[in-house]
């Protein structure tokens, strides 16, 4: 499907949501390596993204007046590529190449090597700061596409970050909607135990944003979240509260799955749950 001509029921979204997870373990399983965690439980926010909210084009992905979507959390990109090939970018038989050598689905984005990859991403911190750049540009050329960028929790430990989120606040660049996945994972445990950051929310609205906090598996909940950004004249944070895993009762909220993948037997029995 390369245009959206009416607007998808959340019914509709939910089939794309079960088929893109079981896109993602059984990519993850033929490649033998990467990120199953984050990747199931962000797919709600790319669904809604790529399916209804953003203005965007598979069969023309370099559209002058498109709304870009960066993916700053690197890692989570069989959420991503899978969303992809399920939109119509590209053949869905493509993602079982994933990590391949040559392939154009590496273990992280990397631009122009696949259609609707809009950066290059794997060092936490720095997604947002590019943001910036094109929300300024958009801005001073007095244009209309808008900025969306997704992050970890995890990246809100980079200072990195924390300059951007001042640096886009005093600005008033309400040309940007940041999704934050707030899942309390990262590799080395939960996030209260590498490095807590609460009070996420509170902390970002200091900083001048516009910020919201949802729970990230409600299509609803995003819709109306980014409505909300909309009509802000400062930059948006939506704090999503996710489900680690999201889907697959083995792997919900197990922080060791951060950064593996399933084996032949995990596959069948995720697939299983997935039906």
């Known amino acids: 499907m390369n245009s959206i001509t009416t607007s998808p029921s959340?019914?509709?979204?939910?089939?794309?949501?079960?088929s893109i997870r079981r896109s993602i373990l059984t990519m993850l399983t033929e490649a033998g390596s990467g990120h199953t965690a984050?990747?199931?439980?962000?797919?709600?926010?790319?669904?809604?993204?790529?399916?209804k909210l953003a203005e965007q084009k598979a069969d023309n992905p370099s559209w002058p007046e498109r709304d870009y979507v960066l993916l700053s959390?690197?890692?989570i990109c069989p959420v991503l590529?899978?969303?992809?090939?399920e939109r119509g970018y590209f053949p869905l038989s493509e993602l079982a190449t994933l990590r391949d050598i040559n392939s154009r689905l590496q273990g992280h984005p990397h631009l122009?090597?696949?259609?609707?990859?809009?950066?290059?991403?794997?060092?936490l911190g720095q997604g947002l700061s590019q943001a910036i750049g094109l929300a300024m540009a958009f801005?001073?050329?007095?244009?209309?596409?808008h900025v969306f960028c997704i992050l970890s929790d995890g990246e809100q430990q980079e200072g990195q970050t924390w300059e951007a989120y001042m640096y886009a606040g005093s600005?008033?660049?309400?040309?940007?909607?940041?999704?934050?996945?707030?899942?309390?994972?990262?590799?080395?445990?939960?996030?209260?135990q590498v490095l807590p950051i609460n009070p996420l929310d509170e902390k970002i609205r200091a900083f001048g944003w516009n910020t919201?906090?949802?729970?990230?598996?409600?299509?609803?909940?995003?819709?109306?979240?980014?409505?909300?950004?909309?009509?802000?004249?400062?930059?948006?944070?939506?704090?999503?509260?996710?489900?680690?895993?999201?889907?697959?009762?083995?792997?919900?909220?197990?922080?060791?799955?951060?950064?593996?993948?399933p084996t032949e037997s995990e596959l069948q029995r995720a697939l299983e749950e997935l039906t």
């Open 112 to 123: 122009h090597s696949l259609p609707g990859i809009e950066i290059s991403s794997g060092p």
């Open 212 to 261: 919201i906090t949802i729970d990230g598996h409600s299509y609803s909940a995003i819709e109306n979240a980014v409505s909300d950004a909309q009509e802000s004249d400062q930059p948006t944070a939506i704090i999503c509260n996710t489900t680690p895993g999201k889907g697959v009762s083995f792997i919900e909220n197990d922080f060791t799955w951060h950064g593996k993948p």
């Open 10 to 18: 959340n019914e509709d979204l939910s089939l794309h949501a079960r």
């Open 81 to 85: 590529y899978a969303t992809l090939a």
């Open 73 to 75: 959390a690197g890692h």
């Open 139 to 145: 801005q001073l050329d007095k244009k209309t596409n």
């Open 171 to 192: 600005h008033s660049l309400s040309n940007i909607t940041v999704f934050i996945d707030r899942n309390n994972i990262q590799i080395g445990g939960t996030t209260d």
């Open 38 to 51: 984050g990747a199931l439980g962000m797919v709600e926010v790319f669904v809604s993204l790529y399916f």
